[in-house]
């Protein structure tokens, strides 16, 4: 395994009980809010659809919550599916 540093780290928290799964995604990459994306044209053909946001488009519609924030320099995406 070959590990490469580039000055950024990215990590994952999972917190699951007997109601929910929550996952967060925290980074220390550029600023990026994924919530505020438009949705793509899904009825669009593949060949006249803009690449990219298709993931994001899927996890609003498969999770319950989707919350978004940037604090000290960090993203931290959490998405939340009750059970």
Do not use: W
Not at 5 to 25: A, E, Q, R, T, W
């Amino acid at each position: 395994m070959t590990e490469i540093d580039i000055g950024h780290f990215i990590k994952l928290v999972i917190d699951k009980n007997l109601d929910k799964l929550s996952i967060s995604f925290i980074d220390s990459g550029k600023e990026f809010d994924p919530t505020k994306l438009a949705d793509p044209n899904i009825l669009a053909s593949v060949d006249n659809r803009k690449v990219g946001g298709l993931g994001v488009y899927i996890t609003k519609q498969k999770m319950d919550v989707m919350e978004y924030k940037y604090e000290n320099g960090k993203n931290c995406l959490t998405i939340t599916k009750y059970l």
